[in-house]
């Protein structure tokens, strides 16, 4: 390469060098940094305390409570407040803030919090992250993101449908102790009055700031804790009734001679495979579980008191054909009496249990 191409080359570099840095202050031209501030250091503590970070939290909508996989889905911005006194705002224009957005947040130490046992995170954004953040002229500083996240919610469905779950969303800090930074929730948390689930009424509390106390070291966090109560409207209407009807249904084939086998053979099996089968779409479209939920009891103890209307009528023309028929007789009239008594006591044990223990 001659003498000449070097020099060219070596005069284009040195011009374009301060075009760029030129650029990059002019990014930030509101913003006063410290000369050897360092993104990777936080900010320092003068009396020794750790750094004070509060954390705003707006729930904007619960989108989803995935029962069978067990994670709930938000949708929430997040806003955390603290002091850095490397830097300063210069507000122009009559603002109390600079604001600064895009690519240049990168230039600032920002609080290194994730979200316990997330499964995904998604971020609402077209062309630029919708994230910001606010300098003041006294050195605090206002980060705010939108972000929306499935998270993990371990769920019991012993009660179900009556069943209560808490979801815990715990924001931690991933890299600073206890010692060195703590964070609080700011007195102002915005909830969505608007958002409604199919099957559940929600309870929202922003709970108090905790250390995690499954490491050797302790790091800062906040809990959101979310109580969802399941409506049993939903239930009622399509389990609870049916079945029930089912029930009576078996109960008026007592009322049909035992000596019309063909029609009262047909109302029996008719109500036992419907419920059977209504049971079988319940179980699919709930959560599979090892254990057995009050629902489940209640559909098998409806199969039972069917199966039992079944197993009269055997004994009742069994006893016919042995030409026993007064003993027929009474036992036709004792079940006519006793199966509705039974399910009557069973109805009051069971929803007394349900809404009272």
């Known amino acids: 390469m001659s003498l000449c191409s070097i020099i060219f080359l070596g005069t284009l570099f040195l011009i374009s060098l301060p075009e760029i840095v030129v650029s990059d202050i002019a990014a930030l031209r509101d913003v006063k940094f410290i000369q050897d501030y360092n993104k990777n250091e936080m900010p320092p503590s003068h009396d020794g305390k750790p750094l004070m970070v509060n954390v705003s939290l707006n729930l904007r909508n619960i989108f989803e409570v995935n029962e069978k996989a067990q994670y709930i889905t938000l949708e929430t911005s997040l806003r955390m407040y603290w002091k850095d006194e490397r830097i300063q705002g210069v507000p122009i224009g009559g603002n109390d803030f600079v604001n600064v957005n895009g690519k240049e947040i990168d230039n600032f130490w920002i609080p290194d919090v994730f979200i316990d046992q997330a499964k995904a995170l998604r971020v609402p954004n077209f062309y630029v992250n919708p994230s910001t953040i606010r300098v003041y002229a006294d050195g605090t ?16 469905f012993h009660r179900f449908p009556v069943d209560e779950q808490k979801c815990e969303i715990k924001y931690e800090s991933f890299g600073y102790t206890t010692r060195q930074m703590i964070f609080q929730w700011h007195h102002v948390n915005n909830i969505n009055p608007n958002i409604s689930l199919d099957q559940f ?14 490491y050797e070291i302790q790091y800062p966090g906040l809990i959101l804790k979310i109580i969802l109560n399941r409506k049993v409207n939903y239930h009622l209407i399509n389990s609870y009734i049916p079945s029930c009807l089912f029930v009576t249904v078996a109960w008026l084939s007592l009322f049909v001679n035992p000596e019309a086998i063909p029609g009262r053979i047909s109302m029996v099996m008719m109500t036992l495979l419907t419920l059977m089968a209504m049971f079988s779409g319940i179980r699919q479209s709930t959560p599979k579980v090892s254990y057995v939920s009050m629902l489940d009891i209640w559909m098998v103890m409806c199969i039972f008191f069917i199966f039992l209307v079944l197993i009269e009528f055997a004994v009742v023309t069994s006893l016919i054909r042995k030409h026993q028929k007064p003993t027929a007789e009474k036992i036709e009239d004792f079940s006519t009496y006793g199966l509705p008594i039974l399910f009557g006591t069973f109805n009051v044990i069971y929803w007394f249990t349900l809404f009272f223990t």
């Open 201 to 214: 009424e929600e309870t929202v509390v922003f709970q108090e700031e905790y250390a995690t106390d499954y």
């Open 141 to 156: 500083l206002r980060y705010s993101s939108r972000v929306n996240y499935d998270v993990a919610c371990g769920m019991d």
